[in-house]
């Protein structure tokens, strides 16, 4: 009994035991737990604080009241009064403190709400093992030096920050592990040490990366907290454009709902771009309101970032905002980086896309005979006429090609740039110089010339107050030969359908005397400055910008002031001359003087603009724990100032310039102001980085209206949720849905554009509106200005935006969604059923009485990748957007067709009407048989192959009341926009291929495009090569030879198959354009360090080099607006250039 008592009482002791020390265990597990929850709570919250150059004792201290926790260290550990600097935006604690205690040699462990500081201790080493001192640069992908890369020896904190030159060092316990390189901005990276003290990094720049600093309206966000429909651009994104002078060239197919239009293709034209088809956008460059050419006149280089706000952001801007605004922010030096000496140079050849091909002689020939044939049924032309001209050997019958001669191929363009930049812990600095010669393909005596000058220079003149000075000046010349009676530039085009491969530019081949061909305006012969005269335009522009900025006390206030004073003067020169055309006789071997102009002219405009801004700013922003409030009020006022007087005289002769009282016949002088006023108000509102909130408002004035409607108000308000930061989330990993935001924003926008002058609301008197002799003296008279213009005010939008952000894969991939609409109120209508007394001489005003929308969908997506070494961008975005009228004020219709025809309501505008061609005649007997009368005349003048219209009503006649809507709008801005963007890079080799396209729109073509011999000029190759005609063009009777254009007239515009517009002669246009392609190799380091070169990169560009479209048959751009065709196309380019730092 006694043994089975011990060994009961030993197994029972035996199980108390060991429940006690399960029960401990469970204990200390759970408050160990506990413990390492609570830490976790504490270094997850996210708090945003910005110190620079603080003591880091002060830091602590502002940590201490954001989180509520107490550092306990000793002072002479962390040498509290030592400086450092911290930036955070909704960043964890825990995040904040690694990057602030590692360089320090520091670490830290949280016990309750306390977090106790002391000296890092390192990996025990082998007995005699000494710490080895590792270090290295940290550089760009251009090679520039990255001050403030975190690099630490991965799983441990041992590590430090770059200084201003990119290099780091400390110690590691041996030449063994893994570096890891982590800048906001750039993407992170990891690099095994492999027995090396020496490691470099060169870090990829993260165009998806949260953590990116977006400028908008009067500030910056990070992106991760955007609640609008913003997207912008970087440098990078534009440096791969090399396209002459026009910024806006680097905007086509980077940001969804953003459309590019270049009408006009000269060097020195502005290309415009359109924000989701709404209209022309306000531009701000560095908080200045410009407008579109000062925007595409700034030089490339000096381009830090382009921000777009296509939704209710941009109500922030007020009165002039309504169709969205770019905001431009020019580069600037960072504190305490090096000096660094930049050089940009390439230089390019460029050639027109494409431009309509003609015919030579012959065929011009037989198409004549062709014509008059189908005309009269007769031809003054022969069999051995065509023989000769086909032969063109014989003098009298030799082809001319005027586009050889008047256009210039691979006209030469250089651009060159250099800057400096760098920074001290006090002062930063940006300066750069510019400059650009661009020849435009018509020779060398057509140029555009434009030099830059940026210089943005910022002083920290205490911890608490820094000043800014900034300069933004140009000077660009356009000059050229003045063409008498016509654009200079027009003129060549022109000249090239309008004149005849029969006729030659000069008599007898003769360079010396200019051929009279009857319409010398358009011989290319003399136009140029030696015979027919110049024209010449400078412009000297200054943009200057103080600003001063203090921070208060009172920890996130901080008020900033702007003065900016913005000067532009222009003076034009043009004088174009008398001269001279002959016509050779070769009987006596003399050139007679058969024509000329006789009607010289000298003129000069000298223009001046004066634009002041004042700014004044108080901003606060305050983190209270997991919540984060800013707020924004601004008082703007502008005012701008527009001189101008015109000269226009009759010289006596070529040879004088000068501008005499005696000679003047006009004199013009002009003085125009304007005036706006503004208030803004704005609030944000932050919650643990998971719930965001925008509200704001604009107080605007314009100068514009009559004082009763002077002022607006145009509110706003956003919001945005992050899904992913939510904790019923977390079942998603990181690594396969890294973001998904959902954000919606509504606003009220203003627009003063609404085609009134500055003062009608006033009553008076027109001055100078008429003149009449009283007793043989004249008398300047005067008009009555009509009824006051004081009940028009703004347009009004409101527009609503509803957006998904989205991240996979660690934000690898990653992009937008967006469905909008804007609908406009107050647009500009007459009041039919209210008349006055015609005995007035006038009629009553519009008012704001109709109303239109524009709505759409936009998307983008965006991959960032590396493939071992190989890093790899792919990105693509599209937009639709499209208007439509709403409303319109009591329109008066005479019948159910004028409804049908003319009304606008609920209907998309920008839409074509015209004929519907349901075929073209076969036959003269098929003609004879048909029953509906097609040319008004019983369908005498129709011939086979002209083309069958559609009789809609069916009335056996075809006229007005046959057209329907057959097409898009022509010269309009794409329904459809789309872009799709590569960039690679391997091993010093970098590519990039940009394309853009759109789709929606139409080109119809008109005069030269459809009429042949249109002012009996030239003709298309296409029309004649591909046209009905027949076998012998000289016998009534041949057979006709079937083609896809109608039979040949002879300039008669006004015949069925080509007077009508129709659907025949409408293209849809689609089109994929190759923007940019380039290819560039960077030398590696080791082979520049031995001449004290930083950098250096050389590269090949193409720009506009080809495009996939459905107008190359036509010989027409897919980007042409004028329907005859003539515009003068965009140029595509090829360059080679390179880079140099040092």
């Known amino acids: 009994m006694k043994k089975r008592l011990r060994i009961r009482d030993l197994i029972f002791h035996v199980t108390r035991t060991c429940a006690s020390q399960l029960l401990v265990a469970v204990l200390f597990t759970t408050l160990t737990f506990a413990g390492s929850s609570k830490a976790q709570e504490i270094l997850q919250q996210k708090i945003s604080l910005e110190a620079k150059q603080q003591p880091i004792g002060k830091v602590l201290s502002q940590i201490e009241k954001l989180v509520d926790v107490k550092f306990l260290y000793s002072s002479s550990l962390i040498q509290s009064d030592r400086k450092v600097d911290v930036v955070a935006e909704n960043e964890a604690l825990g995040n904040i403190l690694n990057g602030l205690l590692s360089p320090l040699q520091l670490q830290y462990h949280v016990s309750g709400r306390q977090i106790v500081l002391n000296r890092l201790r390192t990996p025990a080493a082998d007995p005699g093992m000494q710490p080895v001192k590792i270090s290295g640069k940290v550089t760009d992908d251009k090679g520039q030096p990255l001050p403030g890369v975190s690099v630490k020896l991965k799983g441990t904190s041992t590590g430090a920050t770059t200084d201003a030159t990119g290099t780091y060092a400390f110690n590691v316990p041996a030449l063994s592990g893994i570096l890891l390189f982590t800048y906001v901005g750039f993407a992170p990276k990891e690099i095994e040490i492999n027995g090396k003290d020496n490691v470099n990094a060169t870090l ?23 609640t609008g429909a913003i997207a912008s651009v970087t440098s990078k994104d534009l440096n791969g454009v090399h396209a002459g002078a026009t910024v806006s060239a680097g905007l086509a197919g980077k940001i969804a709902g953003v459309s590019f239009r270049f009408s006009d293709g000269r060097p020195g034209a502005s290309a415009s771009i359109q924000i989701r088809n709404m209209g022309n956008p306000l531009y701000v460059i560095d908080g200045i309101q ?9 030089a490339p280089a000096d381009i830090e970032s382009i921000t777009v706000l296509k939704d209710a952001s941009a109500a922030i801007y007020g009165l002039r905002a309504a169709n969205g605004v770019v905001v431009v922010t020019t580069k600037r030096g960072k504190l305490g980086s090096r000096n660094t000496i930049n050089v940009n140079v390439y230089r390019g050849w460029q050639n027109w896309t494409r431009f309509p091909k003609t015919t030579n002689a012959y065929q011009w020939m037989v198409g004549k005979a062709d014509a008059d044939m189908n005309q009269y049924g007769k031809t003054s032309i022969t069999q051995a006429e065509l023989d000769k001209w086909k032969q063109g050997t014989e003098t009298g019958y030799k082809s001319f090609d005027w586009y050889k001669f008047i256009v210039k191929g691979n006209s030469p363009l250089t651009q060159m740039n250099l800057n400096f930049t760098g920074g001290s812990e006090r002062i930063n600095y940006y300066v750069s110089a510019t400059h650009l010669k661009q020849y435009s393909v018509l020779g060398r005596e057509f140029t555009f010339e434009r030099t830059n000058v940026q210089s943005n220079i910022e002083a920290r003149v205490s911890d608490r107050f820094k000043i800014g000075a900034q300069i933004n000046g140009r000077v660009e010349t356009r000059d050229q030969p003045g063409v008498p009676g016509g654009d200079d530039y027009w003129a060549a085009r022109f000249a090239i359908l309008r004149n005849r491969p029969t006729e030659r530019a000069y008599a007898n081949d003769n360079p010396e005397y200019p051929n009279d061909i009857g319409h010398n305006t358009e011989n290319w012969a003399v136009q140029n400055k030696k015979l027919s005269g110049y024209w010449r335009s400078d412009w000297r522009v200054l943009q200057s910008n103080l600003t001063a900025e203090y921070q208060f006390p009172l920890e996130g206030l901080t008020a900033k002031g702007l003065f900016s004073y913005y000067y532009a003067n222009e003076i034009m020169n043009g004088h174009e001359y008398t001269y001279k055309v002959y016509t050779y006789n070769p009987t006596d071997s003399t050139y007679n003087v058969t024509g000329g102009s006789s009607n010289p002219y000298r003129e000069r405009r000298n223009r001046t603009i ?20 800013g707020a924004t009020l601004v008082a703007e006022r502008i005012k701008r100032r527009d001189l101008s007087n015109y000269v226009h005289s009759v010289p006596t002769t070529n040879q004088l310039p000068l501008i005499y009282f005696s000679t003047m016949d006009t004199y013009n002088d002009g003085d125009g102001t304007e005036a706006r006023l503004g208030y803004i108000g704005r609030l944000n509102y932050n919650y643990a980085g998971k719930y965001y909130l925008e509200v704001s408002a604009r107080r605007d004035a314009s100068w514009k209206f009559s004082p009763d409607k002077r002022w607006g108000t145009f509110p706003a308000i956003s919001g945005g949720w992050r899904v992913s930061e939510e904790k019923f989330f977390s079942f998603v990993s990181k690594k396969v849905l890294s973001e998904l935001k959902l954000r919606a924003s509504y606003g009220k926008l203003g627009d003063d554009d609404v085609g009134i002058g500055p003062y009608d609301y006033l009553s008076g008197y027109n001055y100078n509106a008429s003149t009449v002799i009283l007793d043989g003296n004249a008398v300047i008279g005067s008009s009555n200005k009509g009824v006051p213009i004081r009940n028009i005010s703004w347009f009004v939008s409101r527009t609503l935006d509803i957006g998904l952000d989205y991240g996979f894969l660690d934000s690898k991939i990653s992009g937008a969604i967006d469905v909008f609409n804007r609908r406009r109120t107050g647009l500009l209508g007459a009041k039919y059923d209210i008349l006055v007394p015609s005995e007035l001489g006038y009629s009553l005003p519009s008012e704001n009485v109709n ?6 969908i936009e998307g983008s997506i965006a991959w960032s990748t590396k493939i071992q070494k190989v890093n790899l961008n792919i990105g693509g975005n599209v937009s639709y957007a499209r208007i439509k009228s709403l409303h319109t004020y009591k329109p008066v219709y005479n019948n159910s067709w004028d409804h049908y025809r003319n009304s606008v309501e609920e209907r998309f505008s920008n839409t074509f009407w015209g004929y519907e061609v349901q075929g073209q005649f076969q036959s003269q007997e098929q003609i004879n048989k048909y029953p509906v009368n097609i040319d008004g005349t019983g369908n005498k003048t129709l011939l086979p192959g002209d083309l069958i219209y559609k009789d809609l009503n069916h009335d056996g006649l075809i006229n007005d009341m046959d057209m329907r809507p057959i097409g898009y709008g022509t010269g309009k801005n794409p329904i459809v926009n789309f872009g799709l963007n590569f960039a690679a890079s391997w091993n010093g080799f970098d590519a990039r291929i940009d394309f853009s396209g ?13 009429n042949p011999y249109q002012n009996g000029g030239n003709l298309l190759l296409d029309l004649y090569e591909d046209r009905w005609h027949r076998e012998n063009p000289l016998d009534l009777n041949s057979r006709w030879i079937p083609g896809k254009y109608p039979a040949l007239r002879f300039n008669n515009g006004d015949h069925s198959s080509f007077g009508k517009n129709s659907d025949f002669w409408l293209v849809n246009v689609k089109y994929l354009r190759a923007r940019t392609i ?4 960077t030398i590696p380091k080791e082979l520049l360090s031995r001449v004290k070169i930083e950098r250096a990169r050389f590269y090949v560009n193409a720009y506009n080099l080809f495009s996939i479209d459905n107008m190359k048959g036509i010989g027409i751009d897919a980007e042409i607006v004028d329907d005859n065709g003539l515009t003068y196309p965009q140029s595509k380019f090829v360059n080679i250039g390179f880079e140099l730092s040092l």
Do not use: C
């Open 204 to 226: 990829e720049a993260s165009s998806t990366s949260l953590s990116d600093v977006v400028i908008v309206g009067y500030g910056a966000q990070k992106k991760e907290s955007l």
């Open 290 to 298: 410009q407008d579109e050419g000062q925007f595409n006149n700034i």
């Open 610 to 629: 004066l634009s002041p801004t004042i700014q004044v700013q108080l901003n606060y922003n305050k983190v209270f724990g997991q919540h984060t409030v």
């Open 851 to 856: 109303s239109d929308q524009v709505a759409g």
């Open 998 to 1010: 759109g789709g929606g729109y139409s080109f119809n073509r008109n005069w030269e495009m459809r």
């Open 1078 to 1081: 380039e290819l560039g190799y």
